[in-house]
């Protein structure tokens, strides 16, 4: 969706399928049970009084024209004004989430979008992550369409509170449409933009019919897998259980799915924008007068669920970060600007973050630093920095505009594995906080990788 600034994707893979899950009818009993072997992460079905918002524990609701301070109309030239009301959304007492685009009297249009609280929806080591929803695109089509883009999809957990670092922490477009044609797109964005391995900003799609009854008209299921049961890992989409499209992790270089893969995990999205650059793209400009407002999005279910793996995924948020006094590693960070991770040399193994430059940031929640003041910061840092470069690294509390608590400076350390434990003296902090880790420079060459950090009294 942030498929922003997109160049158009060309209605690939068009060919009807078979009947496979398409229904008119409205919500289903309950989320289904996951299949053999699957097991329920989180779900929402959308259950409570007509007229409602959705469940605030489950979801946010995104309002204006874009995140403070980042690009404006979403990045993606859409025109709409998202808002909190129910007039745009809210459920409708039968077990439906309804989306609903509206124009007023001036032609100004106004819509919705929401987000998971959760932003670390990811496969179990060596297991498999679905994402799934069932829903009826809005029953708009031909020229009353033009400008109409629903939307179900993942945006990578480092967003939030950057954004600018798209598309590198990862873009998965579920479930687009525009202009009610008779297709559904799915989407990888990666990398970098323009261009690079995700060839942006288009990203690397594919898009069919749906299968038996249009898109439009009637519900349809439409799924995401991220597999890392096979080697190399593959993600793929699917509408009504028939997969079009996928996307190998030897498709792509390894530090683009590092980036892409190693952070928190992703959040989720349902909106429904208008217009913008692809449906511009393919019938622009729009929307345009005879465009009809008051077709909604309607949303079943939104389920998550794993199976495989070493461990089993969480299916409740996961707790506050521990101990301020224990090994905290730098890449369980559960935010962070556009830094990838890499495989360390260091002591005890792992991962470290790397090549960090000015303005990079990481969070790390609820750290507990109990009664009893911490006065020192240690962070296990390398560089490989050219000679002339260095920087600071930061520790701020709760927010990354506070000042500084504590910090240190590091230039080259004989190379980017070349580690060292560097103290700082800090301000007294008790209680629990979220810590950010900051990193500030005069210039914007990289200058520091970090392994571990912890505090102490």
């Not at 942030?2 to 690939?12: D, G, H, M, Q, R």
């Not at 798209?166 to 687009?176: L, S």
């Not at 793929?236 to 079009?244: A, C, E, K, P, T």
């Not at 050219?386 to 240190?408: H, K, M, T, W």
Request: proline share 7%; glycine share 14%; aromatic share 10%.
């Amino acid at each position: 969706m942030i498929a922003a600034l997109l160049a158009p994707l060309l209605v690939t893979g068009a060919v009807a399928g078979a009947v496979g899950g398409a229904r008119s009818d409205a919500a289903q009993a309950s989320v289904p049970p996951p299949g053999d072997g699957w097991t329920a992460v989180w779900s929402d079905d959308f259950d409570g009084p007509g007229g409602t918002l959705p469940s605030s524990a489950n979801w946010i609701i995104d309002t204006g024209h874009g995140y403070p301070g980042g690009p404006g109309n979403w990045g993606t030239g859409e025109i709409q004004n998202y808002t909190s009301s129910t007039n745009n959304l809210a459920l409708d007492g039968t077990g439906n989430l309804r989306i609903t685009p509206r124009r007023d009297a001036a032609g100004n249009w106004t819509s919705a979008r929401i987000e998971t609280q959760r932003a670390d929806f990811k496969p179990p080591s060596g297991g498999v992550l679905a994402i799934e929803s069932r829903l009826q695109m809005p029953n708009v089509t031909g020229t009353a369409a033009l400008g109409y883009w629903p939307a179900f999809w993942a945006l990578g957990a480092p967003y939030r509170g950057n954004y600018w670092n798209w598309p590198g922490i990862g873009e998965f477009d579920i479930m687009e449409n525009v202009n009610g044609i008779n297709s559904v797109w799915g989407v990888l964005h990666c990398g970098v933009n323009p261009g690079g391995p995700c060839n942006e900003t288009s990203g690397l799609g594919a898009s069919r019919v749906c299968p038996g009854a249009s898109c439009q008209s009637a519900f349809h299921t439409y799924r995401f897998e991220w597999d890392t049961s096979i080697s190399p890992n593959q993600l793929r989409w699917y509408v009504d259980g028939q997969q079009y499209h996928s996307v190998s992790q030897g498709q792509l270089p390894a530090d683009t799915w590092t980036n892409m893969t190693s952070h928190a995990g992703y959040f989720i999205l349902l909106n429904v924008a208008i217009g913008g650059a692809f449906p511009d793209a393919l019938n622009g400009p729009t929307p345009r007068p005879e465009t009809v407002p008051g077709h909604p999005m309607i949303v079943d279910y939104v389920a998550v669920t794993a199976k495989g793996g070493g461990t089993t995924p969480p299916t409740t948020p996961p707790p506050g970060g521990g101990s301020a006094y224990s090994t905290i590693e730098a890449e369980t960070s559960t935010q962070r600007a556009t830094i990838g991770v890499e495989t360390t040399s260091d002591t005890g193994g792992g991962q470290n973050l790397m090549q960090i430059g000015n303005g990079d940031w990481a969070l790390y929640r609820g750290l507990d630093f109990g009664s009893t003041a911490a006065t020192q910061f240690v962070g296990r840092v390398a560089s490989g920095a050219a000679g002339g470069v260095s920087g600071l690294v930061e520790v701020r509390l709760d927010s990354r505009s506070n000042a500084p608590i504590g910090s240190f400076a590091i230039a080259n350390t004989g190379g980017w594995q070349s580690w060292r434990s560097v103290p700082a003296n800090i301000s007294g902090v008790t209680g629990v906080h979220d810590v950010y880790l900051t990193f500030t420079s005069g210039q914007p060459a990289d200058f520091v990788n970090v392994n571990w950090f912890t505090f102490a009294r």
